[in-house]
């Protein structure tokens, strides 16, 4: 398939942070090719035509559905987006992935029992199976004959996996492991054949394991009753003296740690970009809804807090979809520049391990922005919104999970600094000398400086200063608790919160300059507008959270003195957000929809 291929060498994960690459430096949703797009159309077609006409029957269970959409869907090519063509996957490069992923996730229900089979059912045999165990199973996984499950999840062990205790022991013929436990909240339990179950060796070894369901003493249990994703299924999975060959240990004994963490990193980044999926057609719903519900003698669409709502759910989407195509477009270029080195399936695993932060990015900023556009979508259906009958009510249902599963969003946000800190402390990231030179900067007091120019060049400079709040507040943290920082969560949060805005508030910036370099001013001003409006409510927060995190780290004089200087970094302009958020409301409206799909 074409790939499109950034310019210049990938940047490193994190170096965001540091670096300010050039708009046309960083992949955008206008790069994605027509093959790609064509995947995301047979993705779309699917659910539209096959899907959701049925949903009510999933929703209530209906035996088979589920798993009978899962198989046609794997028919064509839709279930092995990342599985090598040699073994009988679609072989997809990662945007097209992505895309497939966000196109698919239209209904939650199947969105997740995607995300379980192609994605972390999957990926666990492509990355790290034997030649023999990808023969064997891939094929299968791939064609729909089976369907895969994850389980790692334990009723006492889920953010704290590690803790987990299923045991395996080797019998005494040494021909199979013999495994014992409890898995739970596990996704296509009801309904998998493969499901790739995570144990300790002996008491201590955490392994993973290829566990077919008809194994002699492997027993799904019943469906959970949960909140939303109800079309999905869900339960325990029991494991009582379960045969499992020791052909089917997956990977090492004693570093099941590294397939489960580096299967997860792929599925946060796909949770990312499956939420922006789901938030397009909520988006469209509620535009359309806007027109039809009249108040006052008018179209609720026509009263200015409803444009304000559908403008900030489509900046707040706008803003998310740019971060995870950057993020693919850095994955796949550092894929192509090993290409050639190595084995393929490797190859894309070290890239989603370079770019873990950019995933756990995606996911925590990726649900939360659906979060905010469901629960905008009700309110924008007023009692409607309340009511089962109305799509609306399950969206907001669904979405809830996505802020749980794949490592809640708190463990993610303290992932993303303890990731970056040991970059820093390694050397790959140049975030300490970046602190130090800002030392510098700050003892040298004020600089004259000159005002920018070109299209959204003030806001350039507040990302610029954004990054310097950041070195500010990381620095000091580091520096007051150096080793002992993760026990300071609240800090550590806030801080992630600042390296999550940052990253969102550059993406938007530099798509709308790329845009607007390409296809002029006056085409791309509703992007520019959206980049604005997002931007300077995130300065807002990125403000904040500054002031939060030096407030916790310094006292006295030193507390004084740090405020000034965050003060002087957090000049800029005023910007009438609420003019901007009208015109993009009017692009939401023109076509009831998302205004910036491919652009
Ligand atoms: C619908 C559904 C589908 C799922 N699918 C799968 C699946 O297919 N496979 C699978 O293996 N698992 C699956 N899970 C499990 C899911 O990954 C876990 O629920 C999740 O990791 C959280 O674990 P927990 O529920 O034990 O919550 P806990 O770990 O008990 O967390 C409870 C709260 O404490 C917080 N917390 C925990 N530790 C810390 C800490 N160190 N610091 C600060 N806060 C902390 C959490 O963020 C959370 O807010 C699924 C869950 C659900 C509900």
Redesign the pocket.
């Known amino acids: 398939m074409a790939t499109s291929v950034l310019s210049k060498p990938a940047a490193k994960g994190g170096s965001f942070l540091l670096e300010s690459p050039a708009p046309q430096d960083i992949f955008t949703p206008a790069d994605i090719t027509d093959d790609q797009k064509l995947i995301g159309q047979t993705a779309e077609e699917f659910v539209v035509k096959e899907v959701l006409p049925v949903a009510k029957d999933l929703e209530a269970k209906k035996p088979g559905l589920m798993a009978e959409l899962t198989r046609k869907a794997a028919e064509l090519g839709l279930m092995s987006g990342a599985t090598p063509e040699e073994y009988g996957g679609a072989g997809l490069d990662k945007i097209a992935t992505t895309v497939l992923t966000e196109k698919i996730s239209i209904y939650g229900g199947f969105a997740?029992t995607h995300g379980?089979h192609a994605g972390?059912g999957t990926l666990p045999l492509v990355y790290f199976g034997t030649e023999e165990q990808k023969k064997k199973y891939l094929p299968k996984l791939a064609s729909g004959e089976f369907i895969g499950?994850?389980?790692?999840?334990e009723p006492q062990?889920?953010?704290?996996?590690q803790n987990l205790l299923t045991r395996a022991a080797l019998n005494k013929e040494g021909t199979h492991y013999i495994l014992n436990g409890q898995?739970?909240?596990?996704?296509?339990g009801g309904f998998a054949d493969l499901y790739i179950v995570f144990a300790k060796v002996d008491g201590e070894k955490l392994t993973a394991f290829i566990v077919e369901r008809t194994f002699p003493g492997c027993k799904p249990g019943n469906e959970e009753h949960?909140m939303g994703?109800h079309g999905?299924s869900?339960t325990p999975v029991f494991l009582e003296n379960c045969m499992v060959p020791k052909e089917n240990v997956l990977h090492e004994i004693g570093r099941g740690h590294i397939v489960a963490f580096n299967v997860l990193n792929a599925g946060r980044f796909t949770l990312g970009a499956s939420c922006v999926g789901g938030s397009k057609h909520v988006l469209a719903t509620a535009s359309k809804y806007s027109k039809e519900r009249k108040a006052f003698g008018k179209q609720i669409g026509d009263f200015g807090l409803i444009k304000e709502k559908l403008a900030e759910m489509a900046i707040r989407m706008y803003a998310v979809e740019s971060m995870i195509y950057r993020s693919a477009g850095y994955m796949e270029a550092a894929m192509n520049a090993a290409a050639g080195s190595g084995n393929k399936s490797q190859n894309m695993m070290k890239a989603l391990e370079e770019y873990a932060i950019e995933s756990s990015i995606a996911k925590v900023y990726g649900s939360e922005m659906l979060d905010y556009v469901v629960d905008e979508a009700v309110q924008i259906f007023g009692g409607y919104g309340f009511h089962e009958d109305y799509p609306v009510c399950r969206a907001y249902r669904d979405s809830r999970?996505n802020r749980?599963?794949?490592?809640?969003?708190?463990?993610n946000r303290?992932l993303i600094i303890q990731m970056l800190m040991k970059r820093a402390m390694s050397g790959q990231l140049a975030l300490i000398p970046a602190a130090m030179k800002l030392a510098d900067e700050i003892l040298a007091g004020p600089s004259f400086e000159e005002t920018p120019e070109g299209i959204l060049a003030e806001e350039a400079r507040t990302i610029a200063n954004a990054k310097k709040m950041f070195l500010q507040a990381a620095g000091g943290a580091l520096q007051k608790y150096r080793e002992k920082l993760a026990d300071e969560?609240e800090l550590v949060a806030t801080l992630s919160n600042m390296v999550m805005e940052i990253y969102a508030m550059e993406s938007s910036l530099l798509r709308a300059q790329k845009a607007a370099a390409a296809k002029g001013e006056a085409a791309a001003s509703v992007m520019v507008d959206a980049a604005r409006v997002f931007i300077s409510d995130a300065a807002e927060r990125v403000d904040h959270y500054a002031k939060r995190a030096i407030a916790a780290v310094h006292e006295g004089d030193m507390l004084t003195t740090q405020m000034a200087v965050l003060k002087r970094f957090g000049k800029r302009p005023v910007v009438d957000t609420i003019a901007l958020r009208r015109r993009v409301a009017a692009a939401v409206q023109a076509q009831d929809r998302y205004p910036f799909e491919g652009r």
């Open positions: 997740t379980a972390i499950a994850y389980c790692l999840s062990a889920g953010s704290d996996a898995k739970m909240w596990i996704t296509n949960k994703i999905s869900t999970i749980i599963f794949e490592g809640t969003n708190e463990i303290m969560q």
